[in-house]
């Protein structure tokens, strides 16, 4: 699983969805969510989570139509092929960031460490956490612990 920590900068909801806009240093990417969760508030640090396999990658920088908003750009580091699936490492401006992609796929966009590749990030495949102080949590340890 993916994670980076991230700033709540913008949330925009109608009748339907919830768009929750984040930055993760200087990358901003969106979030689409069927409902804003009750204890998000702009401003606040989060923990955004992708999974591996809800990545998808082009070869350079994707340019042009594309549905998906979230692109973050980086150099591939290293790559494990298998028979099936391959994984691919990729260091972007949100730190190191894991997609698995088929094997088929990866020979044929000859994809190899070094070469700059953009990440694809559907908005509906970023989960958020809430980013606890210590004060915070120290406070829920202690009022767990009481209550046994």
Same mark, same amino acid.
């Given at each position: 699983? %993916?994670?980076?920590?991230?700033?709540?900068?913008e949330? %925009?909801?109608?009748? !339907? !969805?919830?768009?929750?806009?984040?930055?993760?240093?200087?990358?901003?990417?969106?979030? /689409?969510? &069927?409902?804003?969760?009750?204890?998000?508030?702009? *401003?606040?640090? $989060?923990?955004?989570? $992708?999974?591996? #396999? #809800?990545?998808a990658?082009?070869?350079? #920088?994707?340019e *042009?139509s594309?549905?998906?908003? %979230?692109h /973050?750009?980086?150099?591939?580091?290293h790559? +494990?092929k298998?028979m099936?699936?391959?994984? =691919?490492? =990729? @260091?972007?401006?949100c *730190?190191?960031? %894991?997609?698995?992609?088929? &094997? @088929?796929? !990866?020979? +044929?966009?000859? /994809?190899?460490e *070094?070469?700059?590749?953009?990440?694809?990030?559907?908005?509906v495949?970023?989960?958020l /956490?809430? $980013?606890?102080?210590?004060a915070?949590?120290e406070?829920?340890?202690? &009022?767990?612990?009481?209550? &046994?």
């Open positions: 699983m %993916n994670s980076f920590s991230a700033h709540v900068e949330i %925009n909801s109608d009748e !339907f !969805f919830s768009c929750i806009t984040v930055r993760a240093r200087e990358t901003v990417l969106k979030l /689409l969510k &069927t409902e804003a969760p009750q204890w998000l508030r702009i *401003g606040d640090e $989060v923990e955004c989570r $992708v999974q591996e #396999a #809800a990545i990658i082009c070869k350079g #920088a994707k *042009g594309v549905s998906i908003e %979230n /973050l750009r980086g150099e591939l580091q790559f +494990r298998g099936v699936l391959s994984e =691919v490492s =990729v @260091d972007t401006p *730190g190191k960031m %894991n997609s698995l992609i088929t &094997t @088929d796929a !990866f020979e +044929r966009m000859e /994809l190899c *070094g070469c700059e590749v953009t990440l694809l990030l559907k908005a495949d970023i989960k /956490l809430p $980013v606890l102080a210590s915070s949590y406070k829920c340890k202690e &009022t767990l612990y009481q209550a &046994t």
